[in-house]
Structures are given as C-alpha cells and as structure tokens.
C-alpha cells in the first residue's frame, strides 16, 4: 500500500531532551516536506527536500534539523525542544512536476513539558 | 500580512446546500492552487489541484482560481454529512517548492 509512515504517532518529552521523528514514504517521490499544525495557525512548513542531499527551510525552521540521506526517509530531529514546539507534526511526500499532490502522513502529537 | 488568508468559519450548513470557500494570496507568483480535506485526528488529503487560472470540475466539487484577484474558491454542490470536515487552501509558486496553506475553514453539514 502506498503510504507515509511517521513514527512515534504520540511523544511526551521534556525540555532540552533531544528527539528524531521518523518518516519514510514508499512511493519513490523525490519531494519530501515537515509541517506542523497548531489552532489558528493552520499547517506551516518547516523543512522541504527536493530530493537527497537536498534540504531547504521553510516558514518555521528554527529550532529543528532535518537530513535526506536516502529518498524514502525524512527524518525531524528536535535537538533541544522548547515548550512552543508542542505541536501537530506532518510530514509528507510528492513526485516533482506538475502533479504536485502531497501525501500527507497519520501526524505526530508531540508534548514538551 | 499573512502569505495565504483563509476565514477560519466555523460554517454550518443543511444538508443539500452549495457551500462556497475562499482564500485569498498576496504573492502573484503563485501558480499552484490545491484544496485538501482534513478530517478529525487524519492527516490533509488533496481534493482538487489547479494550474494556474481557470475552473475545474470534480464531481460535486468545483475549484475556480482568479489570479488577477488573487482569489481561489472551492464550491461543493449537494452537500453530504460526509463532507464535514476542515477544508485547507494551499498553493505554491512552483513545483517542488516550499508550500502555503491556509488556517483551514472548519465546516459541518447538518442531516
């Protein structure tokens, strides 16, 4: 089945404690992307890859790291989270063209206390 | 100002009703224009994608993008229940680009 999976789906972690969200798609898209979601805030991009060894920052980008080592992972690393990034993350994937279609992942709740 | 605006609603309808979206953009660069629908606890899923300006058809849904407006709409004819969902702008100004999305428009349908 062709999917984006991300994992953990729930994180409740302290300030300052170093954590990686995994995503990893099986579509063979070359386009992967980082969003979080907060009320009223609606979805803001934090990190885009064209493809590997391709990264730029989106809107939000402070505060997080990102890597594309391979095409299917994405991973979003949070080397020191703060309280304000207790947020509803996404990650999702597309072909590059003009099918611009994101495949959206389940999402990962993450709390920081 | 805000890349992409969005009314936020929420919007309650009856069950049959055209229901009418809209965001506005201030970048004219963009040319992507998409419409996803998210449901509770799920991540977005794309509903309509448009190149550029014009119309397109998709069943009971119809996107229009004006760009010498800088204004996109989603119309929903025959509304369902089913259709009850958070309904998300988004657009971009080239492929593989960074993407703008609306706050989304919360909107219930009444049976």
């Known amino acids: 089945e062709a999917q984006v999976t991300q994992n953990p789906r729930y994180l409740i972690t302290v300030t300052g404690k170093k954590l990686t969200v995994t995503c990893s798609q099986n579509?063979?898209?070359?386009?992967m992307s980082w969003y979080r979601q907060d009320p009223g805030l609606g979805l803001r991009q934090i990190y885009y890859?064209?493809?590997?060894?391709?990264?730029d920052k989106g809107d939000v980008p402070e505060g997080y790291k990102v890597s594309r080592k391979e095409k299917r992972n994405f991973p979003l690393i949070l080397e020191s989270p703060s309280p304000n990034q207790t947020s509803l993350y996404f990650c999702?994937?597309?072909?590059?063209?003009?099918?611009?279609?994101?495949?959206f992942g389940p999402g990962t709740r993450l709390t920081v206390l | 100002q805000k890349e992409v605006e969005q009314d936020p609603g929420p919007l309650s309808v009856p069950e049959g009703a055209i229901v009418s979206l809209n965001c506005t953009y201030s970048?004219?660069?963009?040319?992507?224009f998409m419409w996803y629908r998210q449901y509770s606890r799920k991540g977005p899923e794309l509903l309509m994608y448009?190149?550029?300006?014009g119309n397109k058809e998709d069943g009971r849904f119809t996107a229009q993008v004006d760009k010498s407006s800088k204004y996109i709409s989603l119309f929903i004819r025959d509304s369902q229940p089913s259709d009850s969902a958070t309904y998300l702008c988004?657009?971009?100004?080239?492929?593989?680009?960074?993407?703008?999305f609306g706050t989304g428009t919360s909107l219930t349908v009444i049976p």
């Open positions: 890859s064209m493809n590997v060894e391709v990264t």
């Open positions: 579509m063979n898209h070359e386009y």
């Open positions: 970048n004219s660069a963009f040319q992507y």
């Open positions: 988004a657009m971009s100004a080239d492929t593989g680009n960074q993407f703008y």
């Open positions: 448009t190149y550029s300006s």
């Open positions: 999702a994937s597309s072909l590059q063209g003009e099918d611009n279609e994101q495949f």
